[in-house]
């Protein structure tokens, strides 16, 4: 990895609120998603960024397992700067007493993680466990929820 852009480093944020690379004409990658997916490159055991893409899920399409997320928590730390707790991950930085019951998600915690991780739709629904939750969670996902710890930082 090249290292962080300096907004990144910095704590900072450009006016829009993110770093920004144009990855196509349609569609645009924050730089810490691009950053991630080169984290993940020797996690994954992948050989090219092209091979994970920003809506794959981590677990599902990639395969990643318990012990590759404790090393992906610890890599995030280490090169954003922010401290995830693995449990964390899923809940979007919100309390996750406020979005489950019974161990379930409720209605009202899959819309706030569906806002949270401007995730589509669907994804997340009522009724799904934290290991339902991990199947479906997509790198995009992730670099929203470091993003999200991030703003809390600056």
């Known amino acids: 990895m090249t290292g962080l852009p300096a907004c990144l480093k910095s704590g900072n944020q450009e006016k829009s609120g993110l770093c920004w690379r144009s990855v196509t004409s349609h569609r645009r990658i924050t730089m810490v ?5 080169e984290l993940l490159l020797p996690v994954l055991d992948l050989d090219s960024v092209d091979e994970i893409g920003p809506d794959s899920s981590l677990v599902s399409d990639l395969g990643a397992d318990s012990i590759d997320f404790v090393e992906i928590v610890y890599l995030v730390e280490k090169n954003f700067g922010v401290v995830l707790k693995t449990s964390q991950i899923i809940v979007a930085g919100t309390d ?15 819309a706030l ?3 949270n991780l401007k995730a589509e739709t669907g994804r997340y629904r009522e009724g799904m ?3 339902e939750l991990f199947r479906v969670l997509t790198v995009r996902d992730l670099a929203r929820v470091i993003e999200l710890k991030m703003a809390e930082k600056a």
């Open 33 to 37: 998603e691009q950053n991630l997916r």
């Open 129 to 131: 466990t934290r290991v």
């Open 113 to 115: 993680i569906t806002k």
């Open 96 to 110: 996750p007493d406020d979005l489950f019951a019974d161990e379930r998600l409720t209605v009202a915690g899959a």
